[in-house]
Every structure is written in C-alpha cells, then in structure tokens.
C-alpha cells in the first residue's frame, strides 16, 4: 500500500471518530494536526532495512507541533497513530511526561477511542521495574520486617544500616505488620503488586526493600517468575497495539528490549517540553567516595559464588577491591585538598555543599587516580560479568536449584549497579573536551551524615540535544513531538536545539493556534510595581501589597503562582485575618485535597485563591469559574544556577555567546506560556491574567516573551 493511501485511510479514521462522537465540535486545527501525523508517520520507513543488498536507506519522519490549549491534540495523534499501526502491522509507543496524562490516556481517551474506531485495538501501560513488587523479597521481609541479618545477603545499602539500627520497635513491629499485610493480599489476589494500586503508596525507605530491580532479577530462572508481577505486566505489552510509557522509561530502556524497538514503531512525545531536561536527568552520573564498605560484600560475594561454580575470572577481584577501596579513599582525600575550603564554607542549611570544576579541566592530581578507578572498575566488572554468564547457564541446567541460585544472582546484583556507576561516572569526569567541542559539566558534593562527612563526585553532558541526537533519534523511524508549549518567542528554534533535532533534514514543525479566542476571552494585566523586580525586598513589598488589592476582589476561583518560596511566605504572612480562609497555601495539604477544597468552595460560591509554586503552573485544569484569575507574581526566570546549567553558560561565554538570551529568555518564555495556560481552559471561559513585573513590558527581552503569549488583550496599569 502507498504511503499516500495509508495517510488517506488514517485521515478518514480521524474523521469518523470525530463524527462519531456525541456532542464532540469539528475543530479545523485539529484535523490540521490529524493530518501532519498521518503524513508522518505514513513516510517513516519501518523495520529492518539491508541497505547492503541494494534496498534503499530508511526514510525518517519526524514532526514537532505546538497544538495550542483546546486542540485537542489526544485524539489528533492517537486515531491516525493507530489506524497507520493497524495498517502497517506495527505498534504506537505513546510517552508522556506526567502521570496524569498517562492515566488520562489510559483511563479515558484510549478506551473511548477503541470503542469508536472499526478495528479493534488493545492498549496497556508500561512503567518501570521498580514500580513493581519483588515477590521474593516481600515474603523475606514479610516475616521480619527486615532483612536477615547474615552481611552476605544484605538488602539494603550499608549508609541505611545505622538508620535501622536506631529504629525503634514499634516501627520494627509496623514494618512487619505492613510487608505482611502486602503479601497477603498479594497471594489472594486483592492486589497487583503495582505500588501506584496501593491505597496509600508507601514512602520510599519502605517500598525500596520489595522494589523489583533489573540488575537483582533472574527472569525466567526465578522461583517465583509465574506469580511475577513484573513478568505479568510485560506479557499485557506483548498483545498491545499502543503502549503508554513516559519520558524516563523510553530513555532508560534504550537498547533493552523492554518497548517496542524504536525502529519499528511509531513513537509520541507528548508534553515533549520536559524532553531536554528528562534526558539530562538520565545521562548525568554520580559516585559516593566515602561510603565504600559496598566494595568489600561485593567482592566477598563474587569470590565465594564464582568459587562455586569454578569461574577463572574471580582471580583478580582481590586486586581490583582493594585498589577501588584505596583510590576512592585518595580521590575523597585529594577532592578535600583542592575544594574543601570551599566545601566547608558553604551553609548546610541549602543542602550539600557544591563546587564545580571550572570548564570541566580536572585538576591534575585527580586525573591519575581517576584513571586507575576506571580501570579496576573495568576489571572488576567483566569478572562479575563472568559469574552472572556462569550463574545463568547454571540456572539452565538445574531448574531444581532455581531458588538457591536465584538468591546467588540476587547477591551480586544488590551491589553491581554501584560498581556499574561508579565506572561511567569516572569515564565523563576524565573525558576531555578538545578545543571546539563541548566539556562535561563535573563537580564535587559534601554533606554531613550524623558524624560522617560524604563526599561524592557527579558528571552529566551538559547539551541535551547532542545526547538525544547520540541515544535516542539515531534509532527513531517515525515521531512525532507535540506539546502545547514547544515554540519559545514565537519560534521552534530553542526546542529543536534542546531535542537535538535543529537542522535535522526529516524534521518539520507546525503550529496549530487554540480554538480560542483570547482578545475576547482574556485580559492580560500588566501591573507595574515601583521597585525594580532585580530588588527582591523591596520589590516583593510592593507586590505584595498590589497582590492582596487584587485578590481581595476575587469572587471565585483564582491561582497566584510564585517564584519561590519565601516570596509566598511573606505573601502569606501578610495576609488580612478575613482573607486567611480563603487562601489556600501548596503543601498545607496534599494536593488532591486541596484542589478538591478548591472545587467545593467554587462550587457553594465561595471565594478560594490558589497559592502555589512551578509544579501548580503546568499541568493543572482548573476550567470555568474555578481560575477566572491567575496572578503571576514575578517572571519566572530560571537562572542556570545549578551546576549543568552553569557549566553550559561558561561554555556559551567562552564562545561569545551570550546565555541570557541563548538561554535564560527561551526557557522562561515556555514557563511563562505554561503559567499563563492555566487561564483559559475552554471556549466558554472569561479570565483575567496579572503579571506584576515591570520587565515584561519596559525589556526588549519582555517584548520576546510577549510574543510567545496568546493574543490576550493587553492592559497595563500604573504602580498603586
């Protein structure tokens, strides 16, 4: 079949869904977006190609499109997507950024879809490992709350052993009550063994000890592999055609197997605005160089089990142990020489102290140390490599043994993943940036636990599209990219930069404006203060003082989003007794309870005002009366501050450029087009945004970050 009749057989799915759906509104934005998918992924050449025999070398299509609020950018991509899939006899991965886009996917549009489209389709979620229970662990801890004491078959890391040591015993008794009460339902089936089914998901500490782990894991060997939660759920992705995952999963199970092979599917990013930072997330790493009695079990463990089964590799482990134990001993020493003074000046109370390694140029008295570390890592690792090939041959032979050799496999695995870490974080902090090319960003970590002072050194790439290019559009056939906010001061250049796909050839974009309409929909009012926002105290007074004027004429629902946190305690503190019942504050109360608080006062018409900081500006939808204002308290810059983004900034200065406007702008117009998102959610709303910054309007960079707003109709009004 041609591509053209593909994409006109996936266009006409689109169509009659649409049609076929009570009460739903023909939108011609997006049909426009249906459109762009079909055609993309109808031209994306899927499977293996033997480009040696003469067949032609794949084509990629890739698509990045802003579909503005209102679009409804779900049913845009997922009725084409699937009927290309159905058609083409392959699989759509659909990955988000948040979980609740995947649960609503997974709980409303993908079962709404399938009982409208002709062909039948099954879909299913895929999250990570650890988001499942391990059922060997679980009936081990079951019984004791704990894990058996015997150091050879520890299950938790040696820096938790003091917290359990001062556990009291109630705690102890409350653990077991819990591990056991887990297991029962388990084995009667009134639970999956997925954490996020639980009635209240446990705090880490205590679902990290049954967290199923890749590295741990013996498959099929295992004794428990037919009750398996994991394995259950593995089999559910087999017999799908759509699999919603997220943006961790997809880019930590590069080349695992574990989603479809990229290659051969068709991918969906949505939210795809968090890509960039999700994949600088994944590919930074990190080694403690203090807590290291890890090293000793581990090699303990790998001697004993490849004694066992005879493996010659194991000769070298004494070696390579003691020469990891006593060069991350020098490193923590040599770190202490050159930055402690640094370290120790810091205040704890901002956590770890941090210092960064100027253009990632190492001082030399690490290089050599460094070397050695990732040369015994290296060692050490094909030897316990060597015993997992040797433990799993064994599992084959003797499925009668599969408990005992599960538990020998589990033993290695607990502890590899750290000397796994451990070599790469060595190989970035000793990589060289040649004159041109783009350094690493490196620093170093301390931080007090009780009387013990850790150290640790960290390393992450500091371009996130060079990553991307590299690991994941290397392998990608056909994508497409969509968010509502990818277009940064009215341009795609700052996303296609960051996602790595600026001056790819099979990349187009298209942006499909809101159904909308804001000039009459919306007022955007420039409120100025007489301060200079740069003057944090005294600006901060003043708009304080304008905020509460504002607010206090709110009649129903409204949201006031802060750039931090002592911005919002001062607004609160200075709140009138009358107005305190009427506020409520992020973190006062989980957020499920205090949306839910919010709804019920809108609903009785009452007044309820929102205080929230970043993570209450995206994502929330609160339509109609529930937000008919949203006060933007100061622009939302997001200075590269943090070690990756300053790192990235001394490179953009040292090859004249500039990264306020490089950087620094871009970034904030995408935040700023999210904290203006949450205004206007429908075409029935009316709202009203506020910005107290001066900036936006008195700045050539304010005129850049207006542009990328919608079309509001704008007002400005003098200080107070």
Not at 179 to 204: F, H, I, N, V
Request: hydrophobic share 45%; proline share 6%.
């Amino acid at each position: 079949m041609s591509q053209q009749v593909w994409a006109a057989q996936a266009l006409e799915s689109f169509d009659a869904v649409v049609q076929a759906t009570e009460g739903f509104r023909s939108r011609a934005g997006q049909r426009l977006m249906a459109q762009q998918v079909a055609r993309t992924f109808s031209s994306a050449t899927l499977g293996k190609v033997d480009e040696e025999n003469g067949e032609a070398a794949p084509t990629r299509s890739i698509a990045v499109i802003q579909a503005g609020t209102g679009v409804g950018k779900s049913l845009a991509y997922c009725a084409p997507a699937i009927a290309l899939a159905l058609a083409r006899g392959t699989r759509v991965l659909i990955s988000t950024a948040t979980v609740a886009l995947q649960e609503q996917l997974v709980n409303k549009d993908l079962p709404a879809l399938a009982a409208l489209m002709p062909q039948p389709f099954k879909f299913a979620l895929a999250k990570g490992r650890g988001r499942y229970v391990c059922k060997l662990k679980l009936d081990r801890l079951a019984g004791t709350g704990e894990a058996e004491e015997e150091a050879d078959d520890d299950l938790f890391a040696e820096e938790e052993a003091a917290a359990r040591a001062k556990r009291p015993r109630h705690e102890t008794e409350a653990r077991i009550q819990f591990y056991s009460t887990m297991a029962q339902s388990l084995s009667k089936g009134a639970w999956d063994g997925d954490r996020d089914s639980l009635d209240t998901p446990p705090e880490p500490e205590v679902w990290s000890p049954v967290a199923a782990e890749g590295a741990s894991c013996t498959g099929k060997h295992c004794p428990a592999f037919s009750q398996c939660t994991y394995y259950d759920k593995r089999k559910e992705l087999v017999g799908a055609q759509v699999i919603v995952a997220n943006h961790d999963l997809l880019l930590s199970s590069l080349g695992a197997r574990v989603l479809p092979e990229l290659d051969n599917c068709l991918l969906v990013l949505d939210e795809a605005h968090h890509l960039p930072s999700t994949a600088l997330d994944q590919f930074a790493c990190s080694m403690d160089l203090s807590r290291i009695t890890w090293i000793e079990r581990l090699a303990s463990r790998g001697l004993r089990i490849g004694a066992l089964l005879e493996v010659e590799e194991i000769a070298d482990i004494p070696k390579h142990s003691a020469q990891l134990r006593q060069t991350l001993q020098d490193l923590a020493r040599i770190v202490m020489d050159v930055y402690g003074a640094q370290l120790k000046s810091q205040p704890s109370a901002w956590g770890p102290a941090r210092v960064r390694v100027p253009r990632g140029e190492l001082p030399e008295p690490l290089i050599a140390p460094l070397g050695l570390l990732a040369a015994s890592a290296e060692g050490f690792l094909d030897a316990l490599r060597a015993i997992s090939k040797a433990l799993r041959a064994e599992m084959r032979d003797k499925p009668d043994e599969a408990k005992r050799l599960s538990t020998l496999y589990a033993q290695i695995g607990m502890l590899a993943p750290r000397l796994e870490e451990l070599h790469a974080t060595a190989q970035l902090l000793l990589q060289d940036a040649p004159e041109g090319t783009v350094p690493a960003a490196k620093w170093f970590t301390l931080e007090v636990d009780g009387d013990f002072i850790v150290v640790k050194a960290h390393a992450s790439p500091i371009l996130p599209g060079t990553t991307l290019r590299n690991h994941l559009w290397s392998a990608v056939r056909g994508a497409v990219l969509t968010s509502a906010t990818l277009t940064s001061c009215g341009h795609f250049d700052f996303f296609l930069r960051e996602a790595g796909l600026h001056g790819d050839e099979a990349t187009t974009t298209l942006e499909v404006p809101s159904p909308f309409n804001y000039a009459a929909q919306g007022t955007l009012i420039a409120a100025e203060t007489r301060a200079d926002p740069k003057n944090a105290a005294q600006f901060t007074t003043e708009m304080v003082e304008a905020l509460l004027h504002d607010i206090a004429r709110v009649e129903y629902g409204a949201l006031v989003l802060f750039t931090s946190r002592e911005q919002m305690r001062q607004a609160v503190d200075a709140l009138p007794t009358a107005m305190r019942s009427v506020v409520l504050v992020q973190n006062a109360l989980p957020r499920a309870q205090l949306l839910k608080r919010h709804r019920e006062r809108v609903e009785n018409g009452e007044p309820s005002v929102i205080f929230g900081m970043q993570s209450f500006g995206e994502g929330l939808d609160l339509p109609g009366r529930l937000c008919e204002s949203v006060f933007i308290t100061k622009l939302p810059f997001a200075p590269p501050d943090d070690p990756v983004g300053e790192a990235r900034a001394e490179w953009l200065r040292a090859v004249g450029r500039d990264p306020f406007s490089e950087l620094v702008v871009p970034a904030t117009a995408i935040r700023l087009a999210q904290w203006v998102g949450r205004a206007i959610r429908t075409e029935e709303d009316m709202a009203h945004v506020y910005c107290y910054d001066k900036r936006l309007t008195r700045t050539s960079y304010g005129q850049r970050l207006l542009k990328g707003l919608p079309p509001f109709a704008l007002e400005q009004r003098a200080p107070l």
